[in-house]
């Protein structure tokens, strides 16, 4: 499980709120098993709603950002997992494409 780091801005980031952000992100290592820490950033709107940012930080400086802005914190976080591991998803998948057409050009 990578590291996580929780910050709430204008919002106080509950104990239930931490452990449904570890259970939804902490299974993200498995589309891409170089990654060691995840910053999570809550900001409560000022009128209505919540924005969830997070920050995946992979090896060479390379980092993955996801956020998304919904009514409640639970919704909010869903679908930044989602989004998440969609871009996880598609870095693994170009990583493997690129390493496929390596390895075809040498046997050649």
Do not use: W
């Not at 820490?37 to 992979?58: A, C, F, P, S």
């Amino acid at each position: 499980m990578p590291e996580i780091q929780i910050t709430g801005v204008h919002f106080e980031v509950s104990d239930r709120i931490r452990s449904y952000i570890s259970e939804k992100l902490g299974g993200l290592r498995k589309f891409n098993a170089t990654l060691t820490k995840v910053h999570v950033t809550i900001h409560q709107g000022e009128k209505n709603g919540y924005r969830v940012d997070v920050d995946m930080h992979l090896p060479h400086g390379k980092d993955v950002i996801a956020h998304d802005s919904e009514e409640t914190v639970y919704a909010a976080i869903d679908v930044v997992a989602d989004k998440c591991a969609s871009q996880l998803r598609k870095l693994h998948d170009k990583v493997a494409h690129h390493n496929m057409r390596h390895g075809e050009r040498a046997s050649a």
